[in-house]
């Protein structure tokens, strides 16, 4: 299986700051690599596909970059809504896996 | 606006089966795979396997075991059967849609684009 890890786990963060989560995999996954929100008691959320793609409907404070094995996750200006867990996960092999999670706070 | 929703029993016994159903809406069911992901309370996503219309599956090797996942073209439904429970299966399960990104490379990059709300399943006697 390929492992993912996000870095850090948490953050700490304030209104209008620049945020950037990284997501490592354990082997090359090429830009196989997606981005999801997820916020408390719901669904998770597409917001970034095939490593740099924004979802239909994502605002454009988000984006993504990265390819191989390392890939970053940005918030350009954190929103109020934004303070909540992101995961990345690989669709380049089966079984298909996520990272652990980073939760955003609000410092 | 294509929506899932998942259907099943809240409560299974240690040793039985959990069954799951998700209704799919504003899509036929036919023209992509769907999917089955967990979610332990407080923990992280583990995908549990796939399906296509015409029941070509994949599972996760770490439940495959005990998994069956199928589909009903005529009800636009598909459906997870896991086995022998325990009550480290205890987690929110959602049914999603895979769909895909054609790169310029030929590959298909798959996403999970569409979900369900989820539904939690408490293993417990």
């Known amino acids: 299986d390929i492992q993912m890890t996000q870095s850090p786990s948490s953050l700490s963060a304030s209104v209008g700051d620049r945020v950037t989560i990284t997501c490592r995999a354990s082997?090359?996954?090429?830009?196989?690599l997606n981005w999801y929100q997820q916020k408390p008691g719901k669904a998770p959320k597409l917001l970034i596909y095939?490593?740099?793609s924004l979802q239909s409907g994502v605002p454009s404070r988000f984006s993504g970059s990265g390819s191989g094995t390392d890939f970053t996750l940005t918030i350009s200006s954190l929103q109020p809504e934004d303070f909540v867990i992101y995961y990345c996960?690989?669709?380049?092999?089966?079984?298909?896996?996520f990272g652990q999670g980073t939760k955003v706070e609000i410092k | 606006q294509v929506q899932l929703q998942e259907s099943g029993p809240g409560l299974v016994k240690p040793s039985e089966t959990l069954s799951l159903t998700c209704s799919v809406s504003?899509?036929?069911?036919?023209?992509?795979?769907w999917s089955w992901i967990r979610q332990p309370p407080g923990k992280g996503l583990e995908w549990i396997g796939y399906?296509?219309?015409?029941?070509?599956?994949n599972y996760n090797p770490s439940l495959k075991s005990r998994v069956t996942i199928s589909v009903d073209t005529s009800k636009n439904q598909f459906s997870l059967k896991l086995s022998s429970v325990t009550a480290a299966d205890t987690a929110v399960y959602y049914c999603?849609?895979?769909?895909?990104?054609?790169?310029?490379?030929?590959?298909?990059?798959?996403?999970?684009?569409?979900w369900g709300q989820g539904t939690l399943v408490t293993v417990s006697s």
């Open positions: 399906i296509n219309y015409s029941g070509s599956t």
């Open positions: 504003g899509d036929s069911i036919g023209n992509y795979y």
């Open positions: 095939a490593a740099s």
């Open positions: 082997q090359s996954i090429s830009s196989y």
């Open positions: 999603a849609r895979p769909s895909y990104y054609y790169d310029s490379r030929g590959y298909y990059i798959y996403y999970f684009d569409y």
């Open positions: 996960q690989q669709s380049y092999s089966t079984p298909w896996t």
